[in-house]
């Protein structure tokens, strides 16, 4: 049974940083594009990074470009967001998703339960 | 502003068929296939549709999806009060070096 399960969540002041993990299993972690999605409160769905399978090539929305940095640890099967310089507006639940298919970005089959982060002061 | 752009509301009435749009561009929704989610409060969203038309097993043959040039479609028949939900298109983009994009997403109430 595939399971995402993200942690990392809490209360940061701006400015801040903060690292997200996505621990996986019931898969084969380094054959599949891995993504972190969020969502503010109240708000709809927001793609933030993408990393593929191998590791190689990374993906940003331009509202973090430069601030948050997608990695994955194939050996500890855990997917990572390292977020820097951290404003009000990245204020959201943070999930991270799975595709259906190996060497696919989209096709978000599988979901974590999401983590909450919060940015105030 | 969302790069797709889906209307806010939708409705209908149990057993009725509905639809809602997503209208985009070239470099998204017209080179790229489409995905459709649903999420109900306070969970995680649920892939519906992707590569346009196909369902994941175990969603239902009441959701199906359509496209034609930039513009996509989410069709649900036999409405049922559990589809009332928050639905999502989404698909790759290929300028700016490629990325992911959403649409804004649509609410639909089974009246």
């Known amino acids: 049974e595939v399971q995402l399960l993200e942690s990392g969540g809490g209360l940061v002041q701006p400015g801040g940083s903060l690292r997200l993990s996505c621990g996986a299993s019931?898969?084969?972690?380094?054959?599949?594009?891995m993504t972190w999605v969020r969502q503010a409160p109240g708000k709809g769905l927001e793609w933030v990074s993408t990393i593929r399978d191998s590791g190689g090539s990374t993906y940003y929305a331009e509202s973090v470009k430069g601030r948050f940095t997608i990695s994955r640890d194939t050996s500890a099967n855990t997917l990572y967001l390292h977020m820097n310089s951290l404003r009000a507006e990245d204020t959201a639940v943070y999930y991270c998703?799975?595709?259906?298919?190996?060497?696919?970005?989209?096709?978000?089959?599988?979901w974590g339960q999401g983590t909450l982060v919060t940015v105030s002061s | 502003q969302s790069v797709l752009t889906q209307p806010p509301s939708a409705s209908g009435t149990p057993g009725q068929r509905v639809t809602i749009s997503c209208s985009g561009s070239?470099?998204?929704?017209?080179?790229?296939?489409v995905n459709w989610y649903h999420q109900l409060p306070g969970t995680a969203p649920k892939l519906l549709i992707y590569s346009d038309n196909q369902r994941p097993s175990g969603v239902p043959d009441r959701f199906s999806g359509s496209k034609s040039g930039t513009s996509a479609s989410l069709a649900i028949s036999g409405l049922q009060s559990e589809d009332e939900a928050d639905y999502y298109c989404a698909t790759w983009d290929d300028s700016l070096n490629g990325h992911v994009v959403f649409g804004g997403g649509t609410k639909l109430t089974v009246l």
């Open positions: 998703a799975k595709s259906l298919r190996s060497g696919w970005v989209l096709g978000l089959h599988y």
């Open positions: 070239r470099s998204n929704i017209g080179n790229n296939g």
């Open positions: 019931g898969f084969t972690f380094s054959s599949y594009a």
